[in-house]
């Protein structure tokens, strides 16, 4: 059936065919030719259907696929703040925490700051600038490096122009890059340095729409007339009046589209989802609030910039909501995920953290690491501390009437943990972009540090629901976000169903794809996540699976892999990552990787093992120190432990068929550089399929 939605049609003949199906239903059709500047291309016509509905006035669509599309908001009467744009958000901002520290950057050694004043003035510059370059309103402004003020300053101005801005992840290919920037009709793209200045150098013949490229940390090794340094690019606009800004951003309006975040590409091709000025100010206003973060009259809110910006959990958490809120950023040096980032969360103090769950994962992995290493007291008393304040973090709700031995524990061993963390004075601590394990909230809890699950998805501008200190239960990721709504559809008998969004955070729709559009949205306008959840009596969501990585056995089963992949993870501690395979075969198998340290200089696996899974193997007997030594003899006190582990796990399960029958351990742990993760160190499991194709293969042999 067709639906009467905004289509775009390039071609007489698909317009022949849409007038066709349209004109017999009483349906007017309006032809607009755009100008040049407001086009996709110079021959792009949008047919805009206008129902006349006895004399009511014709509503905007809930979803668009075009850059300069316009869509009906989602406005709930319980939270039904006015629709404003990114500008006015700013505006509103400068007037409220204009002396205040904005960001925080280190420059030879020392941090320099700039004020929301500051911040405000140089994204006009920015502005200026981009018009002056060409950039079309409706096109994007495309930005690849690490986190920066450059990075936000760029951001905000391309929006201030009327553009569109679009972060491409650091570690995507060349033809990655492409894909992207030929998808948003990047106008003006901004690299960090070299590196990857030398990816757009090798696509640029190829990206008609692309007039000039801005490079923000490195000097320039060779002139080029269309590539200018940050320095260079930041003078460039002095000649733009700023009435001519003044009547771009006066035109802007909160449904248009600002913010492009383009998905992994883990199941297809990456969708670009489009986020209109409300999605980003609302949710930056109400998400933030739900999860407890303060405004700046109260408490100014540190945080620490360190995740991809091109993610929409960073660039929400980091940029957006600063502005709104008046928070100080302070960035991370670019190898922060090697190592460097305890340094700059002891030096910035944060007030609020947020983390992936393999961050969480990976922290703990080290503590556990030099547990192992220290003294036999120091080991003792550390136990003692984490069961003591574990078991009183699970036994009732946190409160400041703690018993002695909870806050000698506290005061002698876990404060100083968190203080070698960087967290002496953070209050909150998130999670977000992928399901933690029992066994890494359990380890924070021990610290006294509770981490509260964020969920959302790109297609919901980050998080939808939220936990906070006044919304927690473990294992859940909180309530929707006061305005927003959340409901199951297709319940199983266990409770199970797909999780369904609705509200001011839903997206407008994904760029010039209308088939992926309509199969994300149902027939009222709720959009599909794509998992698997359980709503309780009060409203906490608990995240079950996936439905696309849910495992459909030969015989017709639904395995969800998650919760058997984190059995086998807490039973084995020396085992780091657990894929389960088994879609469309007669038994499920296991690829288990081994936690070993990582190289301080490109943070990838090495062959030695963690401390912690020395003392595993010493335990056992084994005297294993290497990956590949385990591997390359089939260590018999490993494998037959691991084999153990696997066979407790089975037992556990509800049925046979979630049984673990083979299981092989890989060389490598997984990593970004290896392809398994994506950017934000989510498993990419039809890529980890692929590179181990001979592994999985063995596994079904006859």
Request: proline share 4%.
């Amino acid at each position: 059936m067709f639906r009467k939605r905004l289509l775009l049609a390039g071609a007489v003949n698909v317009r022949n065919i849409i007038l066709n199906r349209l004109q017999p239903k009483g349906i007017n059709i309006q032809r607009r030719t755009l100008t040049d500047k407001q086009s996709i291309s110079e021959e792009s016509v949008i047919y805009s259907e206008k129902i006349q509905d006895k004399g009511k006035e014709p509503s905007e669509p809930l979803w668009t696929t075009f850059a300069d599309g316009v869509v009906k908001l989602r406005i709930d009467q319980s939270c039904s703040q006015t629709p404003i744009t990114v500008h006015q958000m700013f505006k509103e901002t400068v007037e409220r925490y204009g002396p205040l520290n904005a960001m925080a950057s280190k420059k030879n050694g020392k941090w320099e700051k700039i004020t929301f004043s500051e911040y405000y003035n140089l994204s006009w510059k920015a502005a200026k600038s981009f018009l002056k370059l060409g950039l079309e309103r409706f096109h994007s402004v495309a930005i690849l490096g690490f986190n920066s003020p450059e990075w936000f300053i760029s951001a905000v101005g391309s929006i201030f122009a009327g553009g569109i801005v679009t972060g491409i992840y650091t570690t995507n290919t060349p033809e990655a890059c492409y894909y992207i920037a030929y998808d948003c009709k990047a106008n003006i793209i901004v690299v960090e340095n070299q590196k990857q200045l030398d990816k757009i150098m090798q696509i640029w013949s190829r990206l008609p729409y692309l007039k000039a490229v801005v490079v923000y940390n490195d000097s320039l090794l060779e002139s080029h007339p269309n590539i200018y340094t940050m320095e260079e690019f930041m003078e460039l606009g002095n000649e733009i009046p700023d009435a001519t800004l003044n009547d771009i951003i006066n035109s802007q309006k909160p449904n248009q589209c600002c913010v492009l975040i383009y998905t992994s590409g883990t199941t297809g091709k990456p969708k670009g989802a489009m986020l209109s000025h409300d999605n980003i100010t609302w949710t930056s206003a109400h998400a933030s609030r739900a999860g407890d973060m303060q405004p700046a009259e109260i408490q100014q809110e540190i945080i620490v910039s360190y995740l991809p910006l091109s993610h929409i959990a960073a660039q929400i958490y980091d940029l957006w909501t600063g502005i709104k809120w008046g928070e100080q950023v302070y960035f991370a040096e670019p190898d922060a995920l090697k190592g460097s980032l305890v340094n700059t969360l002891k030096e910035a103090q944060p007030t609020s953290h947020m983390g992936v769950p393999r961050v969480w994962e990976k922290i703990m992995e080290k503590l556990k690491d030099m547990s192992a290493q220290s003294g036999f007291m120091k080991k003792k008393m550390l136990s003692w501390a984490m069961s003591v304040s574990l078991e009183r973090n699970l036994s009732c709700s946190r409160s400041d009437l703690k018993p002695f031995r909870t806050r000698l524990a506290d005061y002698l061993i876990l404060a100083k943990i968190r203080s070698a963390l960087g967290f002496s004075h953070c209050q909150k601590h998130f999670s977000g972009a992928a399901p933690l394990t029992t066994e890494t909230l359990d380890f924070f809890l021990s610290l006294n540090i509770p981490l509260y699950e964020a969920y959302g998805m790109s297609e919901t501008s980050g998080p939808h629901c939220m936990s906070a200190p006044s919304v927690y239960r473990r294992r859940s990721c909180g309530k929707a976000v006061p305005g927003c709504k959340v409901k199951l559809v297709n319940e199983n008998a266990d409770g199970n169903g797909e999780i369904c969004f609705w509200g001011r955070t839903v997206f407008m729709g994904y760029l010039n794809m209308e088939d992926k559009t309509e199969e994300a949205f149902n027939n009222d306008g709720w959009l599909h996540s794509g998992d698997l959840g359980k709503l309780d009596k009060d409203g906490f969501l608990y995240v079950t699976g996936r439905i696309k990585e849910l495992i459909i056995t030969a015989g017709g089963e639904n395995v969800p892999p998650i919760p058997i992949e984190d059995a086998v993870k807490k039973e084995l501690p020396i085992v780091s990552n657990a894929m389960l395979i088994g879609d469309q075969k007669k038994f499920l198998s296991m690829l288990l990787t081994l936690k070993s340290t990582l190289d301080p200089d490109t943070a990838e696996p090495t062959d030695n093992l963690t401390e912690q899974a020395r003392e595993f193997c010493q335990k056992i007997g084994s005297k294993a120190t290497k990956v590949s030594e385990i591997v390359a003899t089939r260590d018999q006190a490993v494998y037959q432990a691991i084999q153990e582990g696997i066979n407790r796990v089975n037992m556990k399960s509800t049925a046979s068929v979630q049984h673990i029958q083979k299981w092989t351990v890989l060389e490598k742990d997984f990593s970004i550089f290896g392809g398994e993760f994506g950017p934000t160190m989510k498993l990419k499991r039809l890529a980890v399929l692929e590179k181990y194709k001979d592994e999985v293969d063995s596994f079904y042999k006859e």
